[in-house]
């Protein structure tokens, strides 16, 4: 189990650097509109692009967080309660994250199938842009969150406490 966790961190750590390539993408896209636009020049589809590649940046860097503690908690909240109360809370809101998150992978799968199939595109203008990238991204993202709420989960109830919050790196198992 340890070497399969090991592996999704990796993927998960990867998924992460390729969401910053993406940001740098749309950032320079961005810049390449302005330009043009400011030269008095056509340039579509860039709002094509930056809608699909915003989607695929949040749900791929969306394990990481996750995996690290970086995702908004009440700090306040969970740390004024007493240990004996704080576990099961802790247990509970990882509990129904598993749940939202392996719910929002399950309902998305059956759009992105179709989506690659298909050959499904989005866009209104001479651009036409695949939605499947984004529509898998949903899919992978919310997969990978579910896992690893469960083994946050696991996590609380092999230790009996809440694991800290750590950074950039995920926590060894």
């Known amino acids: 189990m340890r070497k399969f966790l090991q592996g999704v961190d990796a993927l ?6 390729f969401t910053a390539f993406c940001a740098l ?3 320079f896209l961005i810049l390449v509109e302005v330009f043009a636009r400011n030269a008095g020049l056509q340039f579509y589809g860039a709002a094509e692009y930056i809608r699909n590649f915003l989607i695929v940046i949040v749900f791929l860097q969306l394990p990481f967080a996750i995996r690290v503690r970086g995702m908004l908690v009440v700090d306040i909240f969970v ?3 007493p240990k004996r109360a704080a576990v099961p809370v802790s247990i509970v809101g990882d509990f129904l994250g598993l749940l939202f998150f392996g719910a929002v992978a399950a309902g998305s799968m059956d759009p992105a199938i179709a989506a690659w ?28 969150a579910a896992f690893y709420y469960y083994v946050r989960i696991v996590e609380t109830l092999r230790s009996g406490q809440i694991a800290a919050r750590s950074r950039g790196t ?4």
Not at 12 to 17: D, G, R
Not at 130 to 137: E, I, T, V
Not at 170 to 173: E, F, L, N, S, T
């Open 12 to 17: 998960t750590k990867a998924m992460m650097i």
């Open 170 to 173: 995920p926590p060894a198992i």
């Open 117 to 144: 199939v298909e050959g499904q595109y989005e866009g209104e203008g001479v651009v036409d842009v695949p939605a499947w990238p984004a529509k898998f991204s949903i899919v992978i993202g919310c997969g990978i």
């Open 25 to 27: 993408g749309i950032a």
């Open 79 to 81: 740390d004024s309660l």
